[in-house]
């Protein structure tokens, strides 16, 4: 979220990156609402001031046996103390009005990230491995694994309804064993801590990574007011809601394998068939905070560790640069990285890496103090996917299926499958 006091002094600038988002300018309207705030404001303070000043008038006009003056003040003070008290109010309404129209605002994008609409706009920035070649036709993974009797999701639509799916035998162990190797990737050689943290959040930790107020419809939320998490980020970026660092903390990293549960509300005819686009997922979720001056560094970092898992997979993806109006709404800047899925004949996104600069941070009251001492400054905080693990799963069905049925194992998952080479459906 935005500090006005920023907008006051840099209004050219944030309308430039409004306009870079396609969005209309809104600096003016925004001083307009915080000038009638502070104009408010000063009345009231020059209000509290007269009645304390009258308050000590009335005593001295008593010592002084002044009954007429005495009352007088008595009925000013009255009159202020009934103007302050709809004053302190409409100072609430006036505050709470700033805010609703600040906190619906998105990050602005950094000056590298590249001008455009939507994803016909996105900049592909490099490949990696060639997509396989098959002697048949390569079938999707969802044919893939109704196939093999593994995925079911007739039973999925029984118990819970559309766009679930119950895993079983091999592929169940499948998306253990790959969300298993990528925490033992990122813990054991990117330095990430794991955490398990918790699935279900309050309001203000929804708020604090920016799902909150403006992204509710895309979320769940039980019947006493908490919210299912859509990813871990919201988990773990909290983790340093309402604290002060210390400049030796950082980079502070963090990885956790979690559901993740979207309404998926803007996806209607979208997906419809198989493990693309569900309301329940797991993921890999890479969180970092860091010092300002380190985030972009980091970024690149956090997006290379994402990659890391793809290669060692033996999986084909490109990473892409998302344009202005392609970027989520708390991000700066944010690189996709798509795994290429035979079935569909195209790249799909896997994974998602963004810096969000100092947007999230305001929002939870995060902050450091530097070790040479001086004002706490807020921190900036990062996130990706490191990876999807439901997609990964489909990547390596698709990638690796062969013309009998059968799905082969990648190398690097081969230990975490207990030595199972082969995925064929059960005798």
Same mark, same amino acid.
């Given at each position: 979220m935005f500090d006005i006091k920023w907008i006051r002094d840099n209004a050219e600038a944030f309308d430039a990156g409004l306009k870079r988002r396609g969005l209309k300018p809104l600096a003016n309207t925004l001083l307009q609402l915080d000038e009638a705030r502070r104009l408010h404001l000063t009345k009231l303070q020059d209000a509290q001031a007269r009645r304390n000043a009258a308050s000590k008038e009335i005593g001295k006009a008593k010592a002084a046996k002044d009954e007429k003056v005495a009352n007088e003040l008595m009925a000013e003070v009255a009159e202020l103390k009934e103007f302050i008290q709809g004053g302190e109010e409409e100072e609430r309404q006036l505050d709470a009005k700033l805010k609703a129209e600040l906190e619906v605002i998105p990050n602005l994008p950094l000056d590298d990230v590249p001008l455009g609409k939507d994803e016909k706009d996105n900049k592909v920035i490099r490949k990696v491995g060639t997509p396989p070649q098959f002697k048949f036709k390569p079938k999707q993974h969802f044919e893939i694994g109704e196939a093999l009797g593994l995925m079911d999701f007739e039973t999925a639509a029984k118990i819970s309804g559309a766009r679930f799916v119950v895993l079983k035998g091999a592929l169940a162990r499948l998306e253990r064993a790959l969300a298993a190797f990528m925490l033992d990737l990122h813990t054991g050689e990117?330095?990430?801590?794991?955490?398990?943290?918790?699935?279900?959040?309050?309001?203000?930790?929804?708020?604090?990574?920016?799902?909150?107020?403006?992204?509710?419809?895309?979320?769940?939320?039980?019947?006493?007011?908490?919210?299912?998490?859509?990813?871990?980020?919201?988990?773990?970026?909290?983790?340093?809601?309402?604290?002060?660092?210390?400049?030796?903390?950082?980079?502070?990293?963090?990885? =956790?394998?979690?559901?993740?549960?979207?309404? +998926?509300?803007? =996806?209607?005819?979208?997906?419809?068939?198989?493990?693309?686009?569900? /309301?329940?997922?797991?993921?890999?979720?890479?969180?970092?905070?860091?010092? !300002?001056?380190?985030?972009?560094?980091? /970024?690149?970092?956090?997006?290379?560790?994402?990659? +890391?898992?793809?290669?060692?997979?033996?999986?084909?993806?490109?990473?892409?640069?998302?344009?202005?109006?392609?970027?989520?709404?708390?991000?700066?800047?944010?690189?996709?990285?798509?795994?290429?899925? !035979?079935? +569909?004949?195209?790249y799909r996104e896997i994974s998602s890496c963004s810096v969000c600069g100092d947007f999230q941070a305001r929002r939870m009251e995060a902050r450091f103090r530097r070790a040479t001492g001086g004002k706490p400054e807020y921190v900036h905080t990062l996130n990706g996917s490191g990876l999807a693990v439901g997609r990964t799963l489909i990547a390596v069905l698709e990638n690796y299926q062969e013309a009998d049925g059968s799905v082969a194992i990648p190398e690097a998952l081969v230990p975490y499958m207990g030595g199972l080479t082969k995925i064929e459906k059960p005798a």
């Open positions: 990117f330095g990430y801590t794991e955490s398990a943290p918790p699935y279900l959040v309050r309001d203000a930790a929804a708020y604090g990574t920016g799902n909150l107020p403006k992204f509710a419809e895309d979320l769940f939320q039980t019947t006493n007011g908490f919210w299912l998490i859509p990813t871990a980020e919201v988990s773990l970026t909290n983790f340093v809601r309402e604290t002060t660092l210390d400049e030796a903390q950082l980079p502070i990293r963090l990885t =956790a394998w979690t559901p993740c549960f979207r309404s +998926e509300a803007g =996806a209607a005819g979208k997906d419809t068939r198989g493990m693309i686009r569900q /309301h329940q997922f797991s993921k890999v979720e890479l969180v970092s905070i860091t010092a !300002p001056e380190d985030s972009r560094a980091e /970024h690149e970092r956090m997006t290379a560790c994402a990659r +890391e898992v793809l290669k060692r997979l033996g999986l084909p993806f490109r990473t892409i640069l998302l344009c202005t109006g392609d970027m989520g709404f708390a991000a700066q800047k944010t690189y996709d990285i798509e795994v290429w899925l !035979p079935g +569909e004949d195209t």
